[in-house]
């Protein structure tokens, strides 16, 4: 496990632990007004991807890298499994660590994510985007992130630099296996995005359709970051989610 910034929440009890994942851009910040509530039946655990917040964007950066670290989280918490829950390009590591490691996941949340690109040429056109992005951090540094409550709510130590190296390496996609995935995907799954997410809300139907008994709820009044625009309301159907599992 490399150098990551992360934080423990709650106090580890007989229920699973989630580990929380945020979005590019932002940083784990972005959970602030989640973790209190959340944690009072269990640990929760918030980190910082590489290139964002307190952590380093140092060593190779790859998708390998964060489910390295995302296995190391879990040591961290000292459990088998557990919930793995992530919002955006958090939401589709999530997805991947499910894919690959099914046996550490007790539960899915997805939050305002989706499971990428099956076709080579949107893949291409999404890549291109992050490109052009990665291009913008680098000469405007952060003031090139899209302002937004989660990207609001972060200081990245790495600069723009640092989330260059991200989008890059991180938020590019290679392939197609986490769209692949869903079909065998066996966990308890609770997809929650913001009524007015658009771009996002095509795919959390797709997510609905493709992972057997997923559960979705949009949550009115809500853009991308649901958890922080409406947390009241996020808080609530999570928890209830999490005291059924």
Do not use: Y
């Not at 797709?206 to 009115?220: N, Q, S, Y």
């Amino acid at each position: 496990m490399g150098e990551v910034a992360h934080s423990l929440h709650g106090r580890p009890g007989a229920s699973a632990p989630v580990l929380l994942t945020h979005g590019f851009g932002a940083s784990q910040a972005m959970w602030a007004p989640n973790v209190e509530a959340l944690s009072s039946e269990r640990q929760i655990l918030t980190w910082d991807l590489p290139g964002h917040g307190a952590s380093s964007a140092c060593g190779e950066l790859s998708h390998e890298r964060c489910m390295v670290e995302m296995l190391g989280l879990l040591d961290v918490l000292g459990a088998p499994r557990a919930v793995i829950g992530g919002m955006s390009l958090g939401g589709f590591l999530s997805l991947l660590l499910c894919a690959r490691h099914p046996e550490r996941v007790a539960a899915l949340l997805l939050v305002d994510t989706g499971p990428g690109f099956r076709d080579p040429a949107a893949r291409g056109a999404w890549n291109a985007r992050v490109a052009g992005l990665a291009d913008e951090l680098e000469a405007r540094g952060v003031a090139a992130l899209r302002q937004s409550p989660e990207t609001a709510a972060a200081e990245h130590a790495a600069g723009g630099a640092g989330l260059a190296a991200a989008a890059r390496a991180i938020l590019a996609q290679r392939d197609a296996e986490v769209i692949e995935s869903l079909g065998a995907i066996a966990v308890p799954t609770l997809i929650v995005v913001g009524a007015a997410d658009e771009r996002f809300l095509p795919a959390a139907d797709a997510m609905a359709r493709r992972i057997a008994g997923a559960a979705k709820v949009v949550i009115e009044g809500a853009g991308h970051a649901a958890n922080m625009e409406r947390p009241a309301q996020f808080n609530h159907v999570v928890r209830d989610f999490l005291e059924g599992l």
